[in-house]
């Protein structure tokens, strides 16, 4: 009986230590499929992917820029950008991906969206809304801090 | 067979009480059987018509000209250091030539058609623009800025001056109107007088361009007389556009002409011609027949009111949509191009884009009846622009274009040319 206790209690404590999946839309899960695919360095670790759009206008860019730019607990950030657009060309860490098929997954929001990925699964995806986004970055770094 | 099976037994069966039983019975099955083949022809009868009256649609549709079409591209490169670009000829194969005018902090393309005397705007987005509405006079370029001053640019020279301010010289400033950049797309002037300059106007936008007066009725374009300076309002905001219940296809475009100014709307096929002269105005419909699912009004989650741009562009892409309409002087006839309704995904359970919208040309009679409509060769939204040739109607597409911070390259695309009647 005791033994049951604890064999329980085991499966209910790693259970609880797991990281919580965020559920992709089916468009999504094709996205972060062929991401994974492009650049394995994701599959391992901790990392921020921003889907990098351009703005409706020039004020808006600046704030979305900036915070791309910000700091997330020094953790590892992967600009997911448009091929065609020459704008993005000076960014490091950048997955090129043709502007069309983002807009087929559904990631052609004016700011941007952001994954974070720990070890090649989603645990955080979020639309960039602006005017919004230090609310955003609590949320993220809540999810960056989280113990696996 | 049942039928002559059945009638052939009967005849071979004497008669008897067992017989007649049987007689009725066979009888009974008989007539439901008549009334089953009876129910079963009429239902194939209302299944013929109803396809042949879809046919009678179809038909309707089908084209009464010849469209062969060229596929081109024509680049142009614009300085943006630079103040005052200057214009670019444009040879084309039927040797209509045109000419492209760019200007710095202005919001706008200029084509200009020297053969024909008309000049198309093109919605350029360049965030610092400052420029409203431009007019060509006699190869000089005159520009509204939005503090109202106008501005003279020479051709040849490159002088700027300014002549006047149009806020001295009328009362909009105190009805809460002022000048209004041109929508994406739309504005075509050709033969305007001598001494005319149109421009549109809107009323009470705060600084970042959103509009927070919910009145309707309203004048929305202005004609100024640059020798008596006088000011004449026109045309009447309706409601619709006040409380942008159609989201991003709430727009109105006008089309200037002589003394008489059209506009077209978007969310709808509805066309308004204005004499300025007489004040008279004639409002009439064309809707395509494409235009089959009518347009929802825009909505977004109330819940979620951070998501109200991406629920704007997305409603956009999916609602039907009629772009700027657009007059060939070199035939009479009036072109404009409808977008049908799309679902929001495809077979394949992706999402449908602006690259999957279907375009429409619609050809219209210098009476403004609708006379032919043909489904193009292209899938693209709103962003087709129209340029009458001579023998047809070319389509440029600005989302082609390239623009890495200083320079921009513009690509032409298609030429239509529409021949005779079959």
Same mark, same amino acid.
């Given at each position: 009986?005791?033994?049951?206790?604890?064999?329980?209690?085991?499966?209910?404590?790693?259970?609880?230590?797991?990281?919580?999946?965020?559920?992709?839309?089916?468009?999504?899960?094709?996205?972060?499929?062929?991401?994974?695919?492009?650049?394995?360095?994701?599959?391992?670790?901790?990392?921020?992917?921003?889907?990098?759009?351009?703005?409706?206008?020039?004020?808006? !860019?600046?704030?979305?820029?900036?915070?791309?730019? !910000?700091?997330?607990?020094?953790?590892?950030?992967?600009?997911?950008?448009?091929?065609?657009?020459?704008?993005?060309?000076?960014?490091?860490?950048?997955?090129?991906?043709?502007?069309? !098929?983002?807009?087929?997954?559904?990631?052609?929001?004016?700011?941007?969206?952001?994954?974070?990925?720990?070890?090649?699964?989603?645990?955080?995806?979020?639309?960039?809304?602006?005017?919004?986004?230090?609310?955003?970055?609590? !949320?993220?770094?809540?999810?960056?801090?989280?113990?696996? | 067979?049942?039928?002559?099976?059945?009638?052939?037994?009967?005849?071979?069966? @004497?008669?008897?009480?067992?017989?007649?039983?049987?007689? +009725?019975?066979?009888?009974?099955?008989?007539?439901?059987?008549?009334?089953?083949?009876?129910?079963?022809?009429?239902?194939?009868?209302?299944?013929?018509? &109803?396809?042949?009256?879809?046919?009678?649609?179809? @038909?309707?549709?089908?084209?009464?000209?010849?469209?062969?079409?060229?596929?081109? @591209?024509?680049?142009?490169?614009?300085?943006?250091?630079?103040? %005052?670009?200057?214009?670019?000829?444009?040879?084309?194969?039927?040797?209509?030539?045109?000419?492209?005018? *760019?200007?710095?902090?202005?919001?706008?393309? #200029?084509?200009? *058609?020297?053969?024909?005397?008309?000049?198309?705007?093109?919605?350029?987005?360049?965030?610092?623009?400052?420029?409203? +509405?431009?007019?060509?006079?006699?190869?000089?370029?005159? +520009?509204?800025?939005?503090?109202?001053?106008?501005?003279?640019?020479?051709?040849?020279?490159?002088?700027?001056?300014?002549?006047?301010?149009?806020?001295?010289?009328?009362?909009?400033?105190?009805?809460?109107?002022?000048?209004?950049?041109?929508?994406?797309?739309?504005?075509?002037?050709?033969?305007?007088?001598?001494?005319?300059?149109?421009?549109?106007?809107?009323?009470?936008?705060?600084?970042?361009?959103?509009?927070?007066?919910?009145?309707?009725?309203?004048?929305?374009?202005?004609?100024?007389?640059?020798?008596?300076?006088?000011?004449?309002?026109?045309?009447?905001?309706?409601?619709?556009?006040?409380?942008?219940?159609?989201?991003?296809?709430?727009?109105?475009?006008?089309?200037?002409?002589?003394?008489?100014?059209?506009?077209?709307?978007?969310?709808?096929?509805?066309?308004?011609?204005?004499?300025?002269?007489?004040?008279?105005?004639?409002?009439?419909?064309?809707?395509?027949?494409?235009?089959?699912?009518?347009?929802?009004?825009? &909505?977004?989650?109330?819940? %979620?009111?951070?998501?109200?741009?991406?629920?704007?562009?997305?409603?956009?892409?999916?609602?039907?949509?009629? *772009?700027?309409?657009?007059?060939?002087?070199?035939?009479?006839?009036?072109?404009?191009?409808?977008?049908?309704?799309?679902?929001?995904?495809? +077979?394949?359970?992706?999402?449908?884009?602006?690259?999957?919208?279907?375009?429409?040309?619609?050809?219209?009679?210098?009476?403004?009846?609708?006379?032919?409509?043909?489904?193009?060769?292209? #899938?693209?939204?709103?962003?087709?622009?129209?340029?009458?040739?001579?023998?047809?109607?070319?389509?440029?597409?600005?989302?082609?274009?390239?623009?890495?911070?200083?320079?921009?390259?513009?690509?032409?695309?298609? @030429?239509?040319?529409?021949?005779?009647?079959?």
């Amino acid at each position: 009986m005791k033994n049951k206790l604890l064999f329980f209690l085991i499966i209910l404590f790693s259970a609880s230590c797991q990281q919580k999946n965020v559920q992709l839309s089916h468009t999504e899960s094709i996205f972060l499929d062929k991401l994974l695919q492009k650049d394995q360095v994701l599959k391992k670790g901790i990392h921020i992917v921003f889907i990098a759009n351009r703005s409706e206008c020039g004020m808006c !860019e600046d704030e979305a820029l900036a915070f791309y730019n !910000e700091d997330f607990s020094q953790t590892e950030k992967t600009f997911v950008v448009p091929q065609e657009d020459k704008y993005y060309n000076n960014w490091k860490n950048k997955i090129s991906f043709p502007s069309l !098929e983002l807009a087929r997954y559904g990631l052609a929001n004016t700011s941007g969206d952001v994954f974070i990925l720990k070890d090649g699964v989603c645990v955080f995806k979020k639309t960039l809304v602006l005017g919004k986004l230090k609310k955003l970055k609590q !949320e993220m770094l809540k999810v960056l801090y989280e113990k696996p | 067979m049942v039928n002559i099976v059945t009638k052939i037994d009967l005849c071979v069966m @004497q008669e008897s009480g067992l017989l007649k039983s049987i007689k +009725a019975h066979f009888l009974f099955i008989y007539l439901i059987y008549v009334m089953k083949y009876l129910s079963f022809t009429l239902l194939f009868l209302c299944f013929t018509y &109803s396809c042949n009256k879809n046919k009678g649609t179809a @038909q309707t549709l089908k084209s009464k000209f010849v469209y062969t079409y060229d596929t081109l @591209q024509r680049t142009y490169n614009g300085d943006f250091t630079k103040n %005052y670009v200057g214009g670019i000829e444009l040879h084309w194969r039927d040797s209509t030539t045109y000419v492209l005018y *760019d200007f710095c902090g202005n919001s706008q393309l #200029k084509v200009i *058609d020297f053969g024909s005397d008309s000049v198309f705007s093109v919605f350029f987005s360049n965030p610092q623009f400052e420029m409203v +509405a431009t007019a060509f006079k006699k190869n000089d370029l005159l +520009a509204l800025k939005e503090n109202g001053d106008i501005i003279r640019y020479c051709n040849y020279t490159n002088n700027t001056d300014t002549l006047f301010n149009i806020f001295t010289i009328s009362n909009l400033k105190k009805l809460g109107m002022e000048p209004s950049d041109y929508r994406p797309g739309g504005d075509q002037f050709i033969h305007i007088p001598e001494n005319t300059f149109y421009f549109s106007i809107r009323k009470d936008y705060d600084i970042k361009g959103k509009l927070y007066n919910k009145e309707e009725g309203y004048p929305t374009v202005a004609k100024l007389d640059m020798n008596t300076k006088a000011i004449t309002l026109f045309g009447s905001a309706p409601r619709c556009v006040e409380e942008q219940c159609y989201g991003l296809n709430s727009c109105q475009h006008t089309l200037y002409i002589d003394d008489s100014i059209i506009i077209s709307n978007d969310w709808n096929g509805e066309i308004s011609v204005i004499n300025t002269i007489t004040n008279n105005s004639i409002i009439s419909v064309a809707k395509s027949a494409y235009d089959t699912i009518p347009i929802q009004k825009w &909505s977004y989650d109330k819940k %979620y009111p951070e998501g109200v741009k991406n629920a704007k562009w997305k409603h956009g892409i999916l609602s039907p949509c009629y *772009d700027p309409l657009f007059y060939n002087p070199y035939n009479g006839n009036y072109y404009r191009i409808f977008h049908p309704a799309m679902s929001e995904k495809n +077979a394949d359970g992706l999402y449908n884009t602006q690259f999957d919208k279907k375009a429409v040309l619609m050809v219209f009679d210098k009476n403004l009846q609708l006379i032919d409509e043909v489904l193009l060769p292209i #899938k693209h939204l709103r962003i087709i622009k129209l340029y009458p040739i001579k023998d047809g109607v070319a389509i440029y597409i600005p989302e082609l274009r390239t623009y890495d911070g200083e320079k921009s390259t513009t690509m032409f695309y298609l @030429q239509i040319h529409i021949k005779n009647e079959k």
